[in-house]
């Protein structure tokens, strides 16, 4: 396929202006497939490997379409409703779409449990032209009658496999109920899931397929690594590995939010009372309790490397477009083995080299076949000297109640208990 460059799709000229303006010249490849499917007004689903440019591929000719029709939309509805699974996402892709629509005219809001309702409420009232949200508090402004749904030309399902791994298919199912039968359905992954499908093909769909991901679903610029690590032997690796990566830019995965504070809490604890080590992290951890506030300045610091080192669970792996991550460590192996991909997708971004270690403990070890089966490859076995082995690190840190809430992020438990605590 020669290259195509955005000039090639004949855009509205004051859209071109736009992309211009932020250096965006050549379409990726899933922006490229994309594009004219859309603009026709069929049903897609797409999937293409992390940092490929997906919010792009659906936003762009959307805007287009928006410009060439005139479309604007009615009071307390939207023209395009964005379906999100975490809030994380739901802040970066509304933040996409208003880089590209503002000075264009375009109306984008966000809907999304943790903030306040009302601030929301008066965003939709004169209605808006794109509507970012979780399933919950959009269904909860629905039924309080605040949203419309009538005049909904299309709804894009963003991480949409991830969407239902999250327990949110009833919900998906209740709002496509409500849509106008005749609607565009958009659906973007990293991975296949068949509910995805299922469901849009019992809503009347019939999707074009774009699959991107069958033989490149984990990144080649990311340079994978396996430490098979003895019983308590975790931590003293990972300090070791730090040791050894001191200008580190990175996130850590947990499986719990509890164990992603301890993590954060020792390595903390290390960088005060063993200067030589030379640990000069400013480590945050960010978990399902914190308020959307709270979760959202984190971020904001992460992004502007305020924090270097970020431990979270697979709340934060999903959708997040952080350019200059270098290091991603699993130090705990997910449970699922599609959020491998997930996780490690977080480097090797836009075109860069990224580095990504997986510990492999006793525990883990059930989990390490379905990962390389899912993405056809072993990993490569990293050998650690005893040399590069940190013994002296004290003890775990035990941590008081308030400061973490009981964990439900692991993948056994109910999924649903997250997307209650997003309507609240």
Same mark, same amino acid.
């Given at each position: 396929?020669?290259?195509?460059?955005?000039?090639?799709?004949?855009?509205?000229?004051?859209?071109?202006?736009? +992309?211009?303006?932020?250096?965006?010249?050549?379409?990726?490849?899933?922006?490229?497939?994309?594009?004219?499917?859309?603009?026709?007004?069929?049903?897609?689903?797409?999937?293409?490997?992390?940092?490929?440019?997906?919010?792009?591929?659906?936003?762009?000719?959307?805007?287009?379409?928006?410009?060439?029709?005139?479309?604007?939309?009615? /009071?307390?509805?939207?023209?395009?409703?964005?379906?999100?699974?975490?809030?994380?996402?739901?802040?970066?892709?509304?933040?996409?779409?208003?880089?590209?629509?503002?000075?264009?005219?375009?109306?984008?809001?966000?809907?999304?449990?943790?903030?306040?309702?009302?601030?929301?409420?008066?965003?939709?009232?004169?209605?808006?032209?794109?509507?970012?949200?979780?399933?919950?508090?959009?269904?909860?402004?629905?039924?309080?009658?605040?949203?419309?749904?009538?005049?909904?030309?299309?709804?894009?399902?963003?991480?949409?496999?991830?969407?239902?791994?999250?327990?949110?298919?009833?919900?998906?199912?209740?709002?496509?109920?409500?849509?106008?039968?005749?609607?565009?359905?958009?659906?973007?992954?990293?991975?296949?899931?068949?509910?995805?499908?299922?469901?849009?093909?019992?809503?009347?769909?019939?999707?074009?397929?774009? $699959?991107?991901?069958?033989?490149?679903?984990?990144?080649?610029?990311?340079?994978?690594?396996?430490?098979?690590?003895?019983?308590?032997?975790?931590?003293?690796? +990972?300090?070791?590995?730090?040791? #050894?990566? /001191?200008?580190?830019?990175?996130?850590?995965?947990?499986?719990?939010?509890?164990?992603?504070?301890?993590?954060?809490?020792? +390595?903390?604890?290390?960088?005060?009372?063993?200067?030589?080590?030379?640990?000069?992290?400013?480590?945050?951890?960010?978990?399902? $309790?914190?308020?959307?506030?709270?979760?959202?300045?984190?971020?904001?610091?992460?992004?502007?490397? #305020?924090?270097?080192?970020?431990?979270?669970?697979?709340?934060?792996?999903?959708?997040?477009?952080?350019?200059?991550?270098?290091?991603?460590?699993?130090?705990?192996?997910?449970?699922?083995?599609?959020?491998?991909?997930?996780?490690?997708?977080?480097?090797?971004?836009?075109?860069?080299?990224?580095?990504?270690?997986?510990?492999?403990?006793?525990?883990?070890?059930?989990?390490?076949?379905?990962?390389?089966?899912?993405?056809?490859?072993?990993?490569?076995?990293?050998?650690?000297?005893?040399?590069?082995?940190?013994?002296?690190?004290?003890?775990?840190?035990?941590?008081?109640?308030?400061?973490?809430?009981?964990?439900?992020?692991?993948?056994?438990?109910?999924?649903?208990?997250?997307?209650?605590?997003?309507?609240?």
């Amino acid at each position: 396929m020669s290259e195509k460059t955005f000039q090639d799709f004949n855009l509205h000229s004051d859209l071109m202006s736009v +992309l211009a303006d932020n250096n965006f010249q050549v379409p990726t490849q899933i922006q490229t497939l994309s594009f004219l499917p859309i603009i026709e007004g069929r049903d897609v689903f797409a999937m293409a490997e992390t940092g490929s440019g997906k919010t792009a591929a659906f936003a762009l000719p959307l805007l287009q379409h928006i410009l060439t029709n005139n479309k604007n939309p009615e /009071p307390e509805s939207a023209l395009y409703l964005v379906m999100s699974p975490t809030r994380e996402l739901a802040h970066q892709t509304c933040s996409v779409i208003k880089k590209f629509g503002e000075k264009l005219g375009i109306r984008v809001a966000l809907v999304i449990g943790g903030e306040d309702t009302q601030k929301q409420k008066d965003e939709t009232k004169n209605g808006v032209h794109f509507l970012v949200a979780t399933p919950g508090r959009l269904i909860d402004l629905y039924k309080q009658r605040v949203l419309k749904f009538n005049m909904v030309a299309g709804i894009i399902f963003d991480e949409a496999d991830r969407l239902f791994d999250m327990g949110f298919k009833d919900d998906i199912s209740f709002i496509l109920g409500k849509l106008p039968r005749e609607r565009q359905i958009l659906m973007f992954s990293a991975t296949n899931n068949f509910d995805v499908l299922h469901t849009a093909y019992n809503f009347g769909a019939k999707p074009i397929e774009i $699959n991107l991901s069958k033989d490149n679903i984990v990144v080649d610029q990311i340079n994978q690594s396996l430490i098979h690590v003895g019983d308590g032997e975790k931590m003293s690796v +990972l300090v070791g590995l730090l040791k #050894k990566y /001191p200008d580190t830019y990175g996130m850590i995965f947990c499986n719990t939010k509890s164990e992603t504070h301890v993590v954060a809490k020792w +390595l903390e604890m290390l960088s005060l009372k063993r200067p030589d080590l030379g640990l000069n992290f400013r480590v945050k951890a960010i978990s399902g $309790n914190l308020d959307q506030a709270k979760r959202t300045k984190l971020m904001a610091d992460f992004r502007a490397k #305020k924090i270097n080192l970020l431990i979270c669970t697979d709340v934060a792996a999903r959708g997040l477009d952080i350019v200059d991550v270098t290091l991603v460590i699993n130090y705990d192996l997910p449970q699922d083995a599609s959020n491998y991909v997930h996780r490690i997708g977080r480097t090797g971004r836009a075109g860069k080299d990224g580095r990504a270690i997986s510990l492999c403990g006793y525990n883990d070890t059930e989990f390490l076949g379905p990962i390389e089966e899912f993405i056809k490859a072993k990993i490569p076995v990293q050998h650690v000297e005893e040399s590069d082995i940190v013994r002296a690190i004290g003890s775990r840190p035990r941590l008081r109640e308030h400061e973490f809430e009981q964990d439900h992020d692991d993948f056994r438990r109910n999924h649903r208990d997250r997307e209650k605590n997003s309507r609240a």
